[in-house]
């Protein structure tokens, strides 16, 4: 880390493809396809770090206006292991997988409100995540372990355009209610152990995988498809505060596994 100075605008060298303001010194890399850049590199680490200052907070807020040019993506693992305190990236649409895998020092992260992808793991592991933007959050797929072991992340979360949910999405996390209107689909222990999660409400969702919601002591409402056809093994174990199950009853109903309630 080096001494933070004030602010300076942010320059681009296309050469080296570096980035600074004075403080910070960035790797970025061109998006595939064209159309602007990422955080991150090409090699095996990734890193989009070279320089880091003290504070360690990294706004991005002004790069367009300085450079001309606009930071869209996060490469893999872009800041996974690193200190870094919080980013805020604006025109960041597209997360790879395990970009802040294990950055267990961040707090806080600012993506643009059309953020549409994000990768297995990106937040894995960020114990001290407490605010993230966008809450409604339109990617398309909710990855598996994409927010383990975010236990300070205390959010609801609506994702209008998730047709999935991964395994151990939310496991160990959180994260207090998830509207999900489109997910049909579920990995298994996505919820697993999550003690803060309130609700779900997954209308069109028709089946639970193994072990989703074990462990969800503060789940009291849970909504899915009224044609549920199955209900997997220890689904709901140890739930012992569900008050709320919609459908009380399903005629679809073909499979219950051992301890799924």
Same mark, same amino acid.
């Given at each position: 880390?080096?001494?933070?100075?004030?602010?300076?605008?942010?320059?681009?060298?296309?050469?080296?493809?570096?980035? $600074? =303001?004075?403080?910070?010194?960035?790797? %970025?890399?061109?998006? /595939?396809?064209?159309?602007?850049?990422? !955080?991150?590199?090409?090699?095996? *680490?990734?890193?989009?770090?070279?320089?880091?200052?003290? =504070?360690?907070?990294?706004? !991005? &807020?002004?790069?367009?206006?300085?450079?001309?040019?606009?930071?869209?993506?996060?490469?893999?693992?872009?800041?996974?292991?690193?200190? $870094?305190?919080?980013?805020?990236? /604006?025109?960041?649409?597209?997360?790879?997988?395990?970009?802040?895998? =294990?950055?267990?020092?961040?707090?806080? !992260?600012?993506?643009?409100?059309?953020?549409?992808?994000?990768?297995?793991?990106?937040?894995?592991?960020?114990?001290?995540?407490?605010?993230?933007? /966008?809450?409604?959050?339109?990617?398309?797929?909710?990855?598996?372990?994409?927010?383990?072991?975010?236990?300070? %992340?205390?959010?609801?979360?609506?994702?209008?355009?998730?047709?999935?949910?991964?395994? &151990?999405?939310?496991?160990?996390?959180?994260?207090?209610?998830?509207?999900?209107?489109?997910?049909?689909?579920?990995?298994?222990?996505?919820?697993?152990?999550?003690?803060?999660?309130?609700?779900?409400?997954?209308?069109?969702?028709?089946?639970?995988? =193994?072990?989703?919601?074990?462990?969800?002591?503060?789940?009291?409402?849970?909504?899915?498809?009224?044609?549920?056809? &199955?209900?997997?093994?220890?689904?709901?174990?140890?739930?012992?505060?569900?008050?709320?199950?919609?459908?009380?009853?399903?005629?679809? %109903?073909? *499979?219950?596994?051992?301890?799924?309630?």
């Amino acid at each position: 880390c080096v001494a933070s100075s004030a602010l300076a605008a942010w320059t681009y060298d296309a050469q080296t493809k570096q980035a $600074s =303001d004075g403080n910070w010194i960035l790797q %970025l890399h061109p998006m /595939p396809k064209g159309g602007g850049l990422q !955080l991150g590199n090409s090699n095996n *680490s990734g890193s989009a770090i070279v320089q880091m200052p003290e =504070d360690r907070n990294l706004d !991005l &807020s002004t790069f367009h206006a300085d450079t001309g040019y606009k930071i869209y993506g996060v490469y893999q693992s872009g800041f996974r292991g690193t200190h $870094s305190a919080s980013l805020i990236a /604006p025109d960041v649409t597209n997360i790879n997988s395990q970009a802040f895998y =294990d950055c267990t020092n961040l707090t806080r !992260l600012v993506f643009s409100d059309n953020l549409s992808g994000a990768g297995n793991s990106a937040f894995y592991n960020c114990p001290r995540l407490v605010e993230f933007s /966008p809450a409604v959050c339109p990617i398309s797929t909710i990855s598996a372990y994409i927010f383990q072991y975010c236990s300070k %992340l205390k959010m609801e979360f609506n994702f209008p355009k998730a047709t999935s949910i991964g395994s &151990s999405a939310f496991q160990n996390s959180g994260i207090t209610g998830v509207t999900a209107e489109n997910v049909v689909s579920m990995g298994s222990q996505a919820f697993r152990n999550n003690e803060a999660v309130k609700y779900v409400y997954l209308p069109k969702c028709k089946a639970t995988s =193994d072990k989703n919601f074990w462990g969800c002591y503060g789940l009291t409402n849970a909504v899915f498809s009224s044609e549920m056809t &199955s209900l997997s093994a220890n689904a709901f174990y140890k739930c012992s505060a569900l008050k709320s199950f919609t459908p009380f009853l399903s005629d679809k %109903l073909t *499979s219950t596994g051992g301890g799924s309630a």
